[in-house]
C-alpha cells in the first residue's frame, strides 16, 4: 500500500512539473510573471477553471524561514459577471511550480471582481477567448 502512494505522489509531481505552462503576462516589471495551462481549461456556462501559476524572480517572504518561488492556483473565472476566485492556492519553493510545498490555501477564496489592467485580466480574458 505504501508504495503504491509513494507511486502516484510521483507521478502527480510529475503531471505537475511536465504541465504545458503559457506565458499570459507580467508585471512589477517582468519580477512576476503569470502562466496557465491550457489543457485544464474546464467551461461550466460561462464559469471557466484553470490551473495557472505565478511565478517570481526574487523569492517571497512568509516568514524567517518559509520562503516561495511560485504559487500553483485552481482559478475560477466567470466570464459574464467578470468575475474571479481562487479555488486553491499551493506556494512551492522553486520557480515553475517546483520544489517542496511552502503553503496550502485549500479552500475557496471570496469571489472578487476583476480589475483592469491586471493579471486577473489577462487570464481571464484567455479563458474567457474559449468559451
Not at 509531481?13 to 499570459?24: G, P, Q, T
Not at 482559478?75 to 499551493?90: I, V
Amino acid at each position: 500500500m505504501r508504495r503504491l502512494f509513494v507511486g502516484l505522489l510521483v507521478a502527480v509531481a510529475s503531471a505537475s512539473a511536465c504541465a504545458d505552462w503559457v506565458k499570459v503576462g507580467e508585471s512589477m516589471n517582468g519580477k512576476v510573471l503569470h502562466y496557465l495551462d491550457p489543457a485544464t481549461i474546464r467551461k461550466e456556462g460561462t464559469v471557466m477553471r484553470v490551473v495557472t501559476l505565478t511565478d517570481f524572480v526574487e523569492p517571497q517572504v512568509i516568514s524567517d524561514t518559509q520562503r516561495f518561488l511560485s504559487v500553483k492556483m485552481q482559478d475560477e473565472f466567470d466570464c459574464a459577471t467578470q468575475t474571479g476566485r481562487h479555488l486553491s492556492l499551493t506556494a512551492l519553493a522553486g520557480n515553475m511550480g517546483s520544489g517542496p510545498v511552502v503553503a496550502t490555501e485549500p479552500g475557496p477564496a471570496d469571489v472578487r471582481n476583476v480589475q483592469l489592467n491586471t493579471a486577473d485580466e489577462d487570464l481571464m480574458n484567455f479563458v474567457c477567448a474559449r468559451n
